[in-house]
T-cell receptor, first 113, second 115 residues
Framework: KQEVTQIPAALSVPEGENLVLNCSFTDSAIYNLQWFRQDPGKGLTSLLLIQSSQREQTSGRLNASLDKSSGRSTLYIAASQPGDSATYLC????????????FGAGTILRVKS | EAQVTQNPRYLITVTGKKLTVTCSQN?????MSWYRQDPGLGLRQIYY???????DKGDVPEGYKVSRKEKRNFPLILESPSPNQTSLYFCASSSGLAGPGDTQYFGPGTRLTVL
């Protein structure tokens, strides 16, 4: 059974700091990996999608990497801002066509001003 | 505006009373899916549908049914709700022709309480 794990469970940093969120998965036959943001009481917003053939994706201050051989992905946030405070979730797609999406439990990020 | 809508947003019901949570997307997406989110357990996939002809179970399908008669709609049916189905439910869709190979778009969520 595929499992996705995120560490740390919670992180508090001062504004302006660069930070890294970690995600690991047990099945190297991953179809793709997505990073999401969830604000309290809201749905999920997709941040970055990395296909299994890719090593990384970038969007603004966000950079996500994927290493299938080690079963790891990282989300790097540069120059963090209070508006980045949210829960960050990673999810791996598995199965023949990546039909099954397995989520990590999330990292709760707080950026202090 | 491209979006996934869910109704109702909040629902309180009693054990055994059948209910349906609707999900609709206006992006002509092939793939749709339902998840539940519980504290400490994260999001878990209930059912998914690759297209109008194919639906399949996710990790936690017991006690749920789905229907995909039209591309845009994917309702979640609880025939006989029980208190352990109290949760926050999300519907999602993506354009992936054979799976969620593209960005997943999530609805706003439905908070269900079963007494």
């Amino acid at each position: 059974k595929q499992e996705v794990t995120q560490i740390p469970a919670a992180l508090s940093v001062p504004e302006g700091e660069n930070l890294v969120l970690n995600c690991s998965f047990t099945d190297s036959a991953i179809y793709n990996l997505q990073w999401f943001r969830q604000d309290p009481g809201k749905g999920l917003t997709s941040l970055l999608l990395i296909q299994s053939s890719q090593r990384e994706q970038t969007s603004g201050r966000l950079n996500a990497s994927l290493d299938k051989s080690s079963g790891r992905s990282t989300l790097y946030i540069a120059a963090s801002q209070p508006g980045d405070s949210a829960t960050y979730l990673c999810a791996g797609s598995f199965g023949e066509y990546g039909n099954k999406l397995v989520f990590g439990a999330g990292t709760i990020l707080r950026v202090k001003s | 505006e491209a979006q996934v809508t869910q109704n109702p947003r909040y629902l309180i019901t009693v054990t055994g009373k059948k209910l349906t949570v609707t999900c609709s997307q206006n992006m002509n997406h092939e793939y749709m899916s339902w998840y539940r989110q519980d504290p400490g357990l994260g999001l878990r996939q209930i059912y998914y549908s690759m297209n109008v002809e194919v639906t399949d179970k996710g990790d936690v399908p017991e006690g749920y049914k789905v229907s995909r008669k039209e591309k845009r709609n994917f309702p979640l049916i609880l025939e006989s709700p029980s208190p352990n189905q109290t949760s926050l439910y999300f519907c999602a869709s993506s354009s992936g022709l054979a799976g969620p190979g593209d960005t997943q778009y999530f609805g706003p969520g439905t908070r269900l309480t079963v007494l």
